[in-house]
T-cell receptor
Framework: AQSVTQLDSQVPVFEEAPVELRCNYS??????LFWYVQYPNQGLQLLLK??????LVKGINGFEAEFNKSQTSFHLRKPSVHISDTAEYFC????????????FGSGTQLTVLP | ETGVTQTPRHLVMGMTNKKSLKCEQH?????MYWYKQSAKKPLELMFV???????ENNSVPSRFSPECPNSSHLFLHLHTLQPEDSALYLC??????????????FGSGTQLSVL
């Protein structure tokens, strides 16, 4: 069994400030980890994913995430956010890498303020 | 044209109506999915089709009936729905890759309201 916890349901932050969106997971097997983003009135799109190798993963739009096995975390970071980053962010885990076995978190709404 | 197209974007229906949601993917993928997205809840996987064959049905009530006539089209037929079925229904596709972190491509969804 696997599960994902996104610790913050809403994160407001001022433009050009850094941001961290937290994600913790539990799984009895090796994991593949993902971050998806959903802009208003759109479907989700993949930001980045961790399969193996380097624990620091870089994604699109300047986002990166770090896999920490000991803390079972996969936090998402960006050093300087823009208004256009306002969206809902979903962390997801799969024990097999198959999309049909993805478990999503409940999402974090990031709101970037001017 | 976007990779995954869903119609209609919005749907309002009564509990006795019958309606269908349509999804079309233009990416050449061989797997398609229906998800339900309710406010403040994780995405719920409803159905999965691999090469037109249904491989997952996550205890979805029979008032939801999927159909996959080919690998590019996916339908969700709805009848006698309940108000709690109101949600955003998302279609997605992927290219099966033996578990190497398959990437899902989502449509924009159909916002369904059941009165």
């Amino acid at each position: 069994a696997q599960s994902v916890t996104q610790l913050d349901s809403q994160v407001p932050v001022f433009e050009e400030a850094p941001v961290e969106l937290r994600c913790n997971y539990s799984s009895s097997v090796s994991v593949y980890l993902f971050w998806y983003v959903q802009y208003p009135n759109q479907g989700l799109q993949l930001l980045l994913k961790y399969l193996s190798g380097s624990t620091l993963v870089k994604g699109i739009n300047g986002f990166e995430a770090e896999f920490n096995k000991s803390q079972t975390s996969f936090h998402l970071r960006k050093p300087s956010v823009h208004i256009s980053d306002t969206a809902e962010y979903f962390c997801a885990v799969s024990g097999s890498g198959y999309a049909r076995q993805l478990t999503f978190g409940s999402g974090t709404q990031l709101t970037v303020l001017p | 044209e976007t990779g995954v197209t869903q119609t209609p974007r919005h749907l309002v229906m009564g509990m006795t109506n019958k309606k269908s949601l349509k999804c079309e993917q233009h990416l050449g993928h061989n797997a398609m999915y229906w998800y339900k997205q309710s406010a403040k809840k994780p995405l719920e996987l409803m159905f999965v089709y691999n090469f037109k064959e249904q491989t997952e049905n996550n205890s979805v009530p029979s008032r939801f009936s999927p159909e996959c006539p080919n690998s590019s089209h996916l339908f969700l037929h709805l009848h006698t729905l309940q108000p709690e079925d109101s949600a955003l229904y998302l279609c997605a596709s992927s290219q099966l890759s033996r578990g190497q972190g398959e990437k899902l491509f989502f449509g924009s969804g159909t916002q369904l309201s059941v009165l």
